[in-house]
DNA sequence: ATGTTCACTGGGCAGTCTGTTCAGTGATAC
DNA sequence: GTATCACTGAACAGACTGCCCAGTGAACAT
C-alpha cells in the first residue's frame, strides 16, 4: 500500500511516457528489467494502478463545455437517481457528498445551450429536489497525480 | 474532430483492455492493422486522445479522502490563487467557474483529520475570501468517457 | 553465528509485436 | 475520366515481452 521511491519514479516515469516500455524504464531507472516488471506487477495488483486507459479529452470530441450540478435529492431516493444518472452519457462522474442527500456530478455539453438540454435531462427525474450549476470557465490545474505520488514515495522513505 | 463509429469502437476497446496491442485491436475490430493504427495517431494528434498515462489510486496511495472545496477568490487575485494551489500536491484539480472569482477544487487527504490540514494550507493564502468544503463519500459513477464516446460515434454516423 | 526469506541482478530463450514500406483496390470528388 | 483518399494484405528487420534460471546481498529470525 505504500510505495517507496522506486515505485514513485516508475509511476512519474510511466505518466511523463505512457509509451515507454519495461525495458527501455529498466535502462532509465538503472535497475534490472525484471525488477521494473515486479513492481509494476505489484503497483497493479495493489491497485495503486488502476490501468492504463486512453485519456480521451471530451473537448476533441465535440463537448467544449464543462459544468459541475449540485443536486438535493429527496431522501431515500438515492438509488434511483443514481441509476438514471448513469444513464446520461454526458455524466461524466457523480459523487455523493457530505450534506442532506447531496450529489456533485460533473457534465459535459456541446455548447452553452446544449448545456441547458443535458440539465434538463438530469434533473428531469423525479426524486431531485434542487440543481444548481457552475459552468467550468478554465482549468487551470489539470487533473493530476504526480505531485501526491512524489509526496507519498517521500514520505515512505 | 469528429469520431466514426470505428474511431468509436477503438476507444472502448482500448479503455476495456488497455494492454491490448494494435495487432490484436485490428483482429478484433475485423480490420487491417494499418488501419487500426492510421486511426489511433489521426485520434492521437486530433488530441482525442490525450494519452495512456497509468491511472493511480489516491486511495491506494494511502488518500482514502476525498474532498471539493469551493473558494470565493478577491478580485484580481486569481493568478497568484491558482499558482499558490499548483504547488499542494493534494489539490488533484482545479477548475474556475462562473460566479465572482469563484474556483472549484478537487482534495484528497490521508484522513478526514488530515483533510483539515490540507484545507488549511489551500486556504492559508490571501486572497481566499472564503472557503466551503465538501467531502466525498460514495463515487457511484467514477470518472468514465465510454458511454460519451459511444454517442459521440453514434451521432456521427 | 547460522539459516531462511526476499528482492534484485544479469543472462538467455522463443514468441510476438511494432514501425515501416509497398502495391493493389474501391469509393468519392472534381 | 481522373485524381485523391482510405483501406487491405503482405513483407521486413528490429525490438520488446513473458518467462525462466542461478547467483548475490541484505534483513530477519533462530
Known amino acids: 500500500m505504500a510505495i517507496d521511491h522506486l515505485d514513485g ?11 515507454i516500455g519495461v525495458l527501455e524504464m529498466s535502462r532509465r531507472l538503472g535497475v534490472a528489467r525484471g525488477t521494473v516488471q515486479a513492481r509494476l506487477d505489484r503497483l497493479q495488483s495493489n491497485g495503486v494502478i488502476r490501468g492504463f486507459g486512453p485519456q480521451v479529452d471530451p473537448a476533441a470530441l465535440g463537448y467544449p463545455v464543462t459544468a459541475f450540478a449540485t443536486l438535493q435529492i429527496r431522501q431515500g431516493q438515492g438509488a434511483d437517481v443514481r441509476a438514471h444518472l448513469a444513464t446520461v452519457p454526458e455524466v461524466l462522474e457523480l459523487l455523493t457528498t ?17 448545456l441547458q438540454r443535458v440539465i434538463d435531462r438530469v434533473i428531469g427525474f423525479d426524486g431531485i429536489v434542487r440543481a444548481s450549476t457552475a459552468i467550468v470557465m478554465e482549468n487551470p490545474v489539470p487533473l493530476r497525480i504526480i505531485p501526491l505520488v512524489e509526496q507519498a514515495a517521500a514520505d515512505s522513505a
Chains 1, 2 share one sequence.
Do not use: K, W
Open 9 to 19: 519514479r516508475i509511476i512519474v516515469l510511466l505518466a511523463r511516457e505512457p509509451r
Open 98 to 114: 457530505t450534506g442532506s442527500g447531496d450529489m456533485l456530478c460533473r457534465l459535459v455539453a456541446r455548447s452553452n445551450a446544449d
